[in-house]
């Protein structure tokens, strides 16, 4: 059974950064990633981590300030926001990616099972 659990939001000024990790256990799938939900928004993907080869995936709007990273030996993916703006303002969740991550990247699809997410507020 596959359980992620997602951790590190929370309320943050403009510009400031923030760490979420995610701890995954009974995944076999060959990608993780994180997307999120702003309030009356649709889902965006937001990032994507192959996990045997560490190949990282991002929407074009968040490179440059967010980064994806895995920790092996822990079960553990993390997204490091720098830069954060009010607009990034959402829920985040990760979750485990069924096929490719392009799809999950481009259109938030693909997805087989998520967390619960954790609440990011960027807010002066």
């Known amino acids: 059974q596959v359980q992620l659990v997602e951790s590190g939001g929370g309320l943050v000024q403009p510009g400031g950064s923030l760490r979420l990790s995610c701890a995954a256990s009974?995944?076999?799938?060959?990608?993780l990633g994180w997307f999120r939900q702003a309030p009356g928004k649709e889902r965006e993907g937001v990032s994507a981590i192959g996990l045997s080869d560490g190949t990282t995936y991002y929407t074009d709007s968040l490179k440059g300030r967010f980064a994806i990273g895995r920790d092996k030996a822990k079960g553990t993916v993390y997204l490091q926001m720098n830069s954060l703006k009010p607009e990034d303002t959402a829920v985040y969740y990760c979750?485990?990616?069924?096929?490719?991550?392009?799809?999950?990247?481009?259109?938030?699809?693909?997805?087989?099972?998520w967390g619960k997410g954790t609440l990011v507020t960027v807010s002066s």
């Open positions: 009974g995944a076999t799938l060959d990608y």
């Open positions: 979750a485990t990616i069924l096929g490719s991550p392009i799809p999950f990247i481009q259109r938030a699809y693909g997805m087989q099972d």
